[in-house]
Nanobody, 119 residues
Framework: QVQVVESGGGLVQNGGSLRLSCAVS????????MGWFRQAPGKQRELVAS???????NYADSVKGRFTISRDNAKNTVYLEMNSLKPEDTAVYYC?????????????WGQGTQVTVSS
């Protein structure tokens, strides 16, 4: 059983900062990727930032230079440091853990944490 638990969302003013945390537990073996997605009302869920299994990072163009993804392997935790937040960053942020089993990928999601940026 794999569990993914996010924390750290909230309400912040335009230009403010927040840090999200994602702790995973359970039977975790081959990690294909781990990172953050977000979904704003009426929009599709989109990738924000992620680590690949090899440790490289990917960022959405809209957050490059403002958001930083990091991890603590000892704690099985991934963080998303969000700076210079904008109202368009308002969304529910989901942590994603993608595990590889042979040729298949299984996605595990957290419950989501709301981030609201006021103008």
């Amino acid at each position: 059983q794999v569990q993914v638990v996010e924390s750290g969302g909230g309400l912040v003013q335009n230009g403010g900062s927040l840090r999200l945390s994602c702790a995973v537990s359970g039977s975790i073996s081959s990690i294909n990727s781990m990172g953050w997605f977000r979904q704003a009302p009426g929009k599709q869920r989109e990738l924000v930032a992620s680590f690949t299994g090899g440790g490289s990072t990917n960022y959405a163009d809209s957050v490059k230079g403002r958001f930083t993804i990091s991890r603590d392997n000892a704690k099985n935790t991934v963080y998303l440091e969000m700076n210079s937040l904008k109202p368009e960053d308002t969304a529910v942020y989901y942590c994603n853990l993608a595990l590889r089993y042979g040729l298949s990928i299984y996605n595990y999601w957290g419950q989501g944490t709301q981030v609201t940026v006021s103008s």
